[in-house]
């Protein structure tokens, strides 16, 4: 048997949680994302951030302040990984 590396970005529970619901939608929102996952503001922010740098996802933000609204959607990058995430993950549990 031969355990396949998997992605550091997405081998951590709310950044996954995110790109599967970003790879079942054309896009989300900050809020729903925040409720789906059950994540603090802060948090999701900054796993947000994660996966935006390493390219699985673009964000857009318009407007300031409290009247803000950010909008996430997975790029093709972040599809392919996810892919490959999912392919490393059931090679552990291969006979």
Do not use: W
């Amino acid at each position: 048997m031969e355990f396949k590396d998997l992605d550091p970005i997405l081998h951590n529970e709310l950044r996954l949680k995110i790109m599967a619901a970003l790879d079942s939608l054309d896009d989300a929102d900050f809020v729903y994302l925040k409720e789906l996952t059950k994540a603090t503001s802060g948090n999701l922010s900054v796993q947000l951030s994660n996966l935006e740098e390493a390219g699985y996802i673009k964000v857009s933000r318009s407007g300031e302040g409290r009247g803000s609204h950010t909008v996430c959607r997975i790029t093709s990058k972040g599809t392919r990984a996810l892919g490959d995430y999912q392919r490393a993950l059931l090679s552990y549990f291969s006979k």
